[in-house]
């Protein structure tokens, strides 16, 4: 079977990378690239405010190509679709066939990217669409997942879920009028682990502010040493060396009881290997 050409469009966040997670699941299809816009003065993704170089690493560790349509902050309706076309353009001559979205339940979204690749040939997919929203959310923490909130809406929920981390203590503390993956825009996210990346992301959690009527948390790329596992040989990313920073390993259960050979780290591919023989009782 000949696998078709896709991009998955990126915000950063949880729901297109669960989107990209099913589409590579997909026989008949080749995800090659991660479509993005960032603003050109701040150099980030809008609303989601996640740098320009975290993008860069989830692209690398996801072994992606990483397109990018920069914007100018703010942005026009007109210069916004101007650009995309551009882009689209540029995934025609590549012969890209589908692009994928994280949308999942707004009809007028979903209706306005349908419009914009009508007369391209490329064909979109929304492989999160329709679903409960409560049931998906945990179906995304369950999957390995693991998210930081950067931008709340205060008129929605408490500006102190900035910057917390999107897990099951999060979905249980938000209020009830919520959408758990805020479809309705009441949070957004930076996915700093996820199925198909080579090793997590280590992050510095930075400062809190109010900008533009929204709470955004800063995160930044931690400063790490290099470490090499003892297990497979990888060299990865050790988050502890910095005072004041948090490894990613820290985001996974504890690996209880250590295996017996083990005298030092081990990268994200032997730990998890570890904690899923630790579940099935080996």
């Not at 995800?31 to 170089?53: I, K, N, P, Q, S």
Request: proline share 6%; hydrophobic share 40%; charged share 25%.
């Amino acid at each position: 079977m000949t696998r078709k050409k896709a991009w998955m469009s990126w915000s950063s966040g949880k729901d297109s990378a669960y989107a990209l997670h099913l589409l590579r699941q997909r026989p008949d299809i080749e995800v090659v690239g991660l479509l993005t816009t960032v603003t050109e003065e701040y150099r980030c993704v809008a609303m989601h405010a996640v740098r320009e170089d975290l993008l860069e690493r989830q692209a690398q560790l996801l072994g992606l190509e990483l397109i990018r349509v920069k914007l100018p902050s703010p942005c026009s309706n007109e210069i916004y679709e101007a650009r995309m076309k551009e882009a689209l353009a540029e995934a025609v001559s590549r012969n890209i066939s589908f692009i994928g979205f994280g949308d999942l339940f707004l009809e007028e979204i979903r209706l306005y990217r349908e419009k914009m690749l009508e007369s391209t040939g490329i064909a979109p997919l929304f492989p999160l669409w329709g679903r409960p929203t409560g049931g998906l959310a945990k179906e995304m923490i369950d999957s390995g997942i693991r998210a930081v909130i950067t931008c709340v809406d205060p008129r929605k929920m408490a500006k102190q879920f900035a910057g917390r981390d999107f897990d099951q203590a999060f979905l249980e503390e938000i209020p009830p009028e919520v959408d758990p993956c805020g479809e309705n825009g009441e949070f957004h996210t930076f996915v700093y682990d996820a199925p198909g990346f080579q090793n997590p992301i280590s992050l510095q959690r930075g400062e809190v502010v109010e900008r533009d009527g929204f709470i955004f948390a800063d995160v930044l790329r931690a400063s790490v040493g290099q470490k090499t596992c003892e297990r497979c040989g990888t060299v990865f990313s050790c988050g502890t060396s910095e005072p004041g920073t948090a490894c990613w390993c820290m985001s996974l259960p504890p690996l209880d009881p250590l295996p017996n050979d083990a005298k030092d780290c081990l990268c994200g591919a032997c730990l998890r290997s570890e904690l899923r023989k630790g579940e099935a009782g080996f």
